[in-house]
């Protein structure tokens, strides 16, 4: 029987990224403490765009440093050799790859999503109207990052990975606008309560699908790998 | 009794597009060392890696230590030491990390072991990876496949590159590997000397076929060179075996693949006087292979 060396090649990874790992954090942390000072000293609109960007920041930063060091350095530098001369798998590499990816910037998201969500709608900068809105910015990302991740899993190459990158930096942000421009979402913006109508929730919905979709190709692909070095 | 087979690869192809491997028929029984040898591009990695499980063969079959690659492949690799030329370590950590790393996978790990081959390949296990030498790396890498013990060793060029003392190291430590029959070694060189001195079974492969694969003791006494006198400028016997025909005056050297007593009878029937025959070494042998290989390619090209 061969018991699987998934949790070695995630603590091996960890243990390689623990500082990096720290840094982010310690910046992330900086960069909360920042918006704190900042809060009620400047415009909302200008708090805003400060807090979102001194948040997002260090999370995304800390995501593609994880995948450009742990996926894609791994083809390039040859280290693949010799992790795929252990008992394993490209569906065991894969997976091992998305446990320590994946959680790591999940709770960069959902640590800029909270206090994001605490500053805009808990200290009353925004209305409850832009709660849909502002879900779909945070959601973007994460859909942004789960393509990027996907596409350095599917061709481990820092080409593809970078443009992939700057394509969808340059995409998401179209993307926000178009959706901001749509009148069934921003005509609620202004409300004191938050509407969830069908292009709400479609959108949600397609962001959502779009993020599982992409992980799932992406085993499929690497599950059909017939050579992998 | 014979022993079961360490490797097994029946009809192997693998086809890319500018390089082909055609029909690979290759095996050798557990307890004994294999040689790849053959020129640079000529396709050893890509059998080495087919075998390995890394790629998958277009067509053919792949058995290692009785297990079907790549399909059983978890099962096969806990009895394999890979070690490639080209294969790395991670540069921003140190030996330490990777030991603690390979332990962590195999429990047939020898502690005792790792560190006494730390202390004969003068290993500092605190040693970051970036600041080590090639021989240095190409120990370290040797270090944590050993000391898992595997059944099976599979080296792809492990002394390219490497100083006489470092390659003397290496090939001591991989004959040391082999201390009882089961254990095997598969390695590929284009150095016939790591060849000749280590190997049981010798396979020679060009242009991505195995132009002759037979055990070390059949190479070297199948193959000859002869030097003749050609009197009264006679025809040479039109005999299969030989592959190399070198004149100069009526001087001629001929190398001849399976050797046999009687060959000489046939010259001198013809004419030839025989003035000297010698034993060919195993880098000779490679290069009349290679020569021939080439000559029928360009044949087959023409045809």
Sequence with gaps: MSISIIPQLVRKDFLMMRKTILIFCLVMLASIAAICLIFGRVPNVVFFNLGITLLIAPAITCAIVLIMKTIVMEKQKSTQLFIMSLPVTVKEFTMSKLLLNLPVFTVFWLAISGVAFYFSFGLGVFPFGTIPFITMIFLGIFVAYVGVLSVALIYQSYGITIITMLFLELGTPAYLWIIAFMEPINSHFYEPHMVWNSTAISIVATQIIAAIAALLITWHIQNKKRDFI | ?303
């Excluded at chain 2, 080495?48 to 978890?74: A, E, F, T, W, Y």
């Excluded at chain 2, 081959?117 to 190409?138: A, E, I, M, P, T």
């Excluded at chain 2, 132009?211 to 070297?220: A, G, L, P, V």
């Excluded at chain 2, 060919?280 to 023409?302: D, G, H, P």
């Design chain 2, 1 to 303: 009794m014979s022993m079961p087979l360490a490797i097994e690869c029946e009809g192997v192809t693998k086809h890319y597009p500018h390089f082909q491997l055609q029909d690979v028929n290759l095996s050798f029984e557990q307890g004994t060392v294999m040689g790849l040898v053959g020129p640079n591009g000529a396709g050893k990695s890509t059998i080495l890696r087919i075998i390995m499980g890394l790629i998958g063969p277009d067509s053919g079959r792949v058995k290692v230590l009785g297990h079907s690659m790549p399909k059983d492949q978890l099962a096969a690799k806990r009895n394999i030491g890979f070690v490639a030329e080209d294969m790395r370590l991670y540069e921003s950590e140190n030996i330490a990390f990777h030991m603690d790393f390979i332990k962590s996978i195999f429990d047939s790990w020898d502690d005792e072991y790792a560190k006494n081959l730390l202390r004969r390949f003068d290993l500092n296990r605190n040693q970051k990876v970036k600041g080590l030498s090639h021989g240095q790396r190409v120990k370290a890498t040797l270090l944590l496949a050993l000391a898992r013990r595997p059944n099976l060793l599979v080296f792809d060029e492990p002394t390219t590159g490497l100083d006489p003392a470092v390659r003397k190291e290496v090939l001591d430590e991989m004959m040391g590997s082999l201390q009882d029959e089961t254990h095997s070694v598969l390695f590929s060189s284009h150095n016939t000397l790591d060849v000749e001195q280590i190997s049981d079974y010798i396979t020679f492969i060009y242009g991505g076929r195995i132009i002759e694969s037979r055990n070390k003791e059949d190479f070297m006494d199948g193959w000859r060179r002869l030097r003749l006198t050609n009197l009264s400028n006679s025809l040479l016997p039109n005999l299969a075996n030989i592959k190399d025909v070198q004149q100069s005056g009526r001087l001629c050297t001929l190398t001849v693949n399976n050797y046999e007593e009687s060959i000489l009878e046939k010259f001198a029937s013809a004419g030839l006087q025989i003035n000297n025959i010698e034993r060919l070494t195993l880098e000779e042998i490679f290069l009349a292979n290679v020569q021939s290989a080439k000559a029928n390619s360009n044949k087959e090209t023409l045809a």
